[in-house]
């Protein structure tokens, strides 16, 4: 265990540290961009700044002369994935939080390791170890205490966010899977525009088929969805793209382990969401479940 952990690329060890901090702070950005009377439609929003930073990101692939033009193979599997991860991933996360504290959501995206496990062992045909179905279940067992009293409770509205937000991981999942196991002859950066721009493409039409209102945001939605485009899109998305490029996919998950910490602090902090030992209960269970699934990794 301890060789295969020291044969691990350190550039992607980096790229991830940069996934664990900035991708911890877009849930509280989010929020603030879809809450009640900020004036950004969600789909609106995420499609508009998957498409402006799609922008940005080909732009800068065509400067530095790596090839932008694609195959239709290529383009076959940047739509594919660009759809899971944006409009089935992103998509869903951004349509919850209109209604869903930052922390909470984040804590259910944690849950990504797990659907990653999961679907590895379908696509593979395998039976997973002992350990690892532990692990798997404990996950799943965290889940359920964080949404628990939120489905008890909650109304319609609510418990659509948290079905949302338990499907948005499993997509995200599977189009990273997809992804890892047919790469496309592109750099990297390239690769991040054209999933972004296509998975932008798949977020309006879903805002125009589903007849959302033109946008109106505030100030401070406006800044929130400027950090999106920037650091959320532009800058950890891509190094998203580096680390499947350069470590094992499981090892990749594990930003599940600190963005959920970053955001239930920030959300409590800027916007007073509230911990409760249900949160502290489930959060410690999702972790030792990703945890048992990295120590048990190939």
């Known amino acids: 265990m301890a060789a295969s952990r020291a044969r691990l690329d350190r550039l992607g060890l980096a790229h991830l540290g940069v996934v664990y901090l900035v991708w911890g702070s877009t849930y509280l950005a989010i929020r603030v961009a879809v809450r009640e009377d900020a004036g950004w439609p969600p789909f609106v929003m995420a499609g508009l700044r998957t498409l402006v930073a799609a922008g940005v990101l080909l732009v ?83 889940v359920a205490v964080l949404t628990w009293p939120l489905l008890q409770s909650g109304t319609r509205a609510d418990v659509l966010g948290v079905v949302a ?64 485009v920037l650091f959320g899109s532009v800058i950890a998305f891509t190094s998203y793209m580096n680390t499947l490029r350069r470590l094992p996919y499981r090892v990749v998950m594990t930003y599940a382990y600190a963005n959920p910490v970053i955001a239930v602090f920030l959300g409590w902090l800027i916007l007073h969401e509230r911990v409760t030992l249900w949160t502290l209960g489930g959060a410690a269970l999702v972790v030792v479940g990703v945890a048992g699934i990295f120590q048990n990794r190939e």
Not at 74 to 95: I, Y
Not at 114 to 137: F, H, K, M, Q, Y
Not at 205 to 211: D, H
């Open 60 to 142: 800068w692939a065509r400067l530095r002369r790596e090839r932008v033009r694609v195959s239709r193979g290529e383009f076959g599997l940047l739509a594919g994935t660009g759809a899971l991860l944006w409009l089935g991933g992103n998509g869903l996360v951004t349509v919850a939080e209109q209604r869903a504290d930052s922390g909470l959501a984040a804590l259910l995206v944690a849950a990504m390791p797990i659907w990653a496990e999961l679907i590895a062992i379908a696509l593979d045909r395998r039976l997973p170890s002992w350990r690892t179905a532990g692990s798997v279940c404990i996950g799943f067992l965290g």
């Open 165 to 228: 937000l338990l499907a948005a991981p499993f997509f995200w999942a599977l189009g990273s899977i997809w992804l890892t196991r047919r790469r496309p002859g592109l750099g990297v950066i390239a690769i991040s525009g054209w999933q972004q721009a296509l998975g932008g493409a798949a977020l309006l039409a879903m805002s125009l088929a589903t007849g959302e209102p033109l946008p109106r945001p505030t100030g401070e939605a406006w800044l929130a969805w400027a950090y999106l």
